[in-house]
């Protein structure tokens, strides 16, 4: 009887609070491990092996790359390269028209779509298709278009009387013919970001706007595209790197020609690696891409940041 009086009952032993486990230490280390490697694996052993071979004199013997040391010789040469200079020149206006009309583009017919009433679905549809056909098979169309021979374009300026135009073959319609292949094909994109953050606007901040008297001109000013801003950002930074990396537009249309007026960046690479077999200094042109992308997007980002400050007012 003592025993039983002084032995805790099953009912509190069930009751008293169990000790909580003490978790697995190493389980958040182990469980962002695969993202680790595979990190490890396609970023950062890339460009690290990128970033060795841009201090070196490489070349291919035998099958076999010999890597010599040149310390920054590949990169001070780049100050004396006429070509990469124009090459950075015709990248820089390819990108400044490209992202900004497809900015405004997009939003231009998100605004517009979303105003419709039935035919909404059929427009997002047609709107949305250029964007998923290859690269190479736009480039091709629009040759059978521009091209100064076969090309439609100028076979409806003959008929009409009109002289045909050598659309690829002089430095300014070049350019400009590379940009309007590329507004076609990749605005879409643009397009569909926009018009889902437009979508995802609550419809009580536009009633409220509308309650208040404002105009629809005053509320896409005030109202929309001030919320539209963070999707804007986000596209316009990967239309940045798209820009950078166009190649398809202007290898299969102009060959970065005519002369050099269409050899952006990731021509003039193509040249360096695959023509010139100059590994070391292709790296070099590489990392110092990369670099000047970071630090575009970092600007960026950056300037959104203290301008939500400026908005807060602190």
Request: glycine share 8%.
């Amino acid at each position: 009887m003592t025993a039983a009086l002084g032995a805790p009952s099953r009912a509190a032993q069930s009751s008293a609070p169990s000790r909580p486990r003490k978790p697995f230490p190493w389980f958040k280390y182990l469980s962002v491990a695969p993202l680790g490697l595979f990190f490890l694996a396609l970023i950062a052993f890339p460009v690290g092996l990128l970033l060795w071979m841009s201090f070196g004199d490489v070349r291919l013997v035998a099958g076999h790359f010999l890597w010599r040391g040149v310390g920054f010789d590949n990169y001070i040469a780049m100050f004396s390269d006429k070509v990469f200079g124009i090459a950075l020149w015709n990248s820089f206006v390819f990108i400044f028209f490209t992202v900004t009309i497809t900015i405004l583009l997009g939003i231009g017919l998100a605004l517009v779509t979303d105003r419709l009433v039935r035919a909404q679905q059929f427009a997002q549809n047609v709107l949305i298709w250029p964007a998923v056909i290859a690269p190479v098979v736009i480039s091709v169309v629009w040759l059978l278009i521009l091209s100064p021979q076969i090309g439609l374009l100028n076979k409806i300026l003959i008929s009409f009387g009109i002289s045909p135009q050598a659309w690829l073959g002089e430095p300014t319609g070049a350019m400009a013919s590379i940009i309007l292949v590329d507004l076609w094909h990749w605005t879409p994109i643009v397009f569909l970001f926009v018009y889902t953050a437009l979508r995802g606007i609550d419809s009580s901040v536009l009633e409220a706007s509308s309650v208040d008297g404002a105009t629809y001109a005053k509320t896409i000013r005030y109202v929309v595209l001030p919320l539209l801003v963070p999707a804007i950002v986000g596209v316009a930074a990967i239309r940045l790197v798209m820009g950078v990396k166009a190649f398809d537009e202007m290898y299969l249309l102009t060959f970065g020609g005519p002369g050099t007026a269409t050899t952006v960046i990731t021509i003039y690479l193509r040249q360096v690696f695959f023509e010139s077999f100059e590994y070391g200094y292709g790296a070099a042109l590489s990392v110092t891409v990369v670099v000047v992308v970071v630090l575009v997007i970092a600007l960026v980002i950056l300037a959104r940041s203290i301008g939500k400050r400026f908005s807060r007012g602190e």
